[in-house]
């Protein structure tokens, strides 16, 4: 069980190239969803998806897209690379689609990305 | 979601209780309080989450004021490893999954 896992680590884009970070869980959890962290702020929602096949936006989704088409893998492209884009991103998984009471959401352990 | 407040920074001597105050004046009857950490740029952790009753688990204790505009989390016994970033974060039961992060308390242990 190797939880979340991110890939790459590390990351240095040039201003206009494109990527996608990749993010597969073996939790078998429905709800997978991507942040981001700036310095010294929470991190922000970019995208998320309550099970294959669906996907929805969060507070910050453009200049990213995702896609879920099987229940383990939530990449996140990024179209054409920006300075703003530089951050931490980080990969959430949870078994339910829905807060309830016991919930817990895990977290992989993030890529750092920057854009020159 | 409820918005939360809490304070910029924190420090506690290892060894002593470290309170992390935090106000959600605004939250609503069927949204919980959830508590998160995130040490030094790694993932956030899950640390405890309540709904109106005081709750107490292996890393920490919760305690919410009876009105539930406030809450507490206590770490009773702080050490160097519990230095992090606390957030505070209220969420609606049966909603989507999705967390919105504050700037959170950054609490130092001092030894």
């Known amino acids: 069980n190797a939880g979340v896992t991110q890939t790459p680590k590390f990351q240095v884009l040039k201003t206009g190239q494109s990527m996608t970070l990749q993010c597969a869980q073996d939790?078998?959890?429905?709800?997978m969803s991507w942040y981001r962290q700036d310095p010294g702020m929470g991190l922000r929602l970019i995208h998320y998806?309550?099970?294959?096949?669906?996907?929805d936006q969060g507070e910050v989704p453009n200049g990213y897209n995702v896609s879920r088409s099987t229940t383990e893998d939530f990449p996140l492209r990024l179209l054409s690379a920006a300075p703003s884009q530089t951050s931490v991103y980080f990969c959430a998984s949870s078994y339910d689609r829905t807060l309830s009471s016991g919930n817990t959401i895990y977290f992989g352990e993030g890529s750092w990305l920057t854009v020159v | 979601d409820a918005k939360t407040t809490q304070p910029t920074s924190m420090d506690c001597a290892e060894g002593r209780a470290a309170n992390l105050p935090c106000n959600h004046s605004?939250?609503?009857?069927?949204?919980?309080v959830y508590w998160y950490r995130q040490i030094h740029s790694q993932g956030p952790q899950y640390i405890i989450h309540g709904l109106k009753n005081n709750e107490t688990n292996e890393m920490a204790s919760l305690i919410i004021t009876e009105d539930r505009k406030s809450s507490t989390l206590i770490l009773p016994h702080a050490t160097l490893r519990d230095t992090a970033v606390y957030y505070c974060?209220?969420?609606?039961?049966?909603?989507?999954?999705?967390?919105?992060f504050g700037t959170g308390t950054r609490l130092t242990v001092i030894p």
């Open positions: 939790m078998n959890h429905e709800y």
């Open positions: 974060i209220v969420r609606v039961y049966g909603g989507a999954n999705n967390l919105f």
């Open positions: 998806s309550v099970g294959a096949g669906i996907t």
């Open positions: 605004t939250i609503s009857g069927n949204e919980y």
